[in-house]
């Protein structure tokens, strides 16, 4: 787990996605692939999620990462997704409870379980 958040600080800093605001919300999931299942798929179906919660959450200039191990088990990976403030966060998770991605849910559990998250404020140094 703290391989996983420091490999999110590093995408988070490479991206520069702090500097767009003096502090951003970003989630932190770490996950298992399913068995047969691949890092491709989920990285498609993610693409998916990303676009369509942009298209339902209004001003939500969200962004989210897959995270691969570069050290350790390859199975296991993560998502850090990026709300630019707690109000966009709050308006993602109800979208998210719609209809609309019954589908792009159904597809990730297909293809994964995610044993937790944690939800923290970034801020640029």
């Known amino acids: 787990m703290k391989k996983l958040v420091i490999a999110a600080l590093f995408v988070l800093a490479a991206a520069g996605v702090a500097a767009q605001e003096e502090s951003a919300i970003v989630e ?3 996950c ?3 068995e047969g ?3 491709d798929e989920v990285k498609a179906t993610n693409s998916k999620w990303v676009a369509l919660m942009n298209e339902k959450v209004e001003d939500g200039e969200i962004t989210s990462y897959v995270l691969s191990n570069v050290v350790g ?3 296991t990976f993560g998502y850090a997704d990026i709300f ?3 109000e966009v966060w709050a308006k993602a998770k109800r979208a998210g409870q ?3 991605f019954s589908e792009i849910d159904a597809e990730f ?3 994964t379980v995610c044993t937790s998250n944690a939800l923290h404020r970034s801020s640029q140094s």
């Open 28 to 30: 932190l999931w770490t």
């Open 32 to 34: 298992n692939l399913k």
């Open 37 to 39: 299942k691949t890092l």
């Open 73 to 75: 088990s390859p199975e």
């Open 84 to 86: 630019p403030n707690l």
């Open 98 to 100: 719609g209809d609309d």
């Open 109 to 111: 559990d297909a293809l």
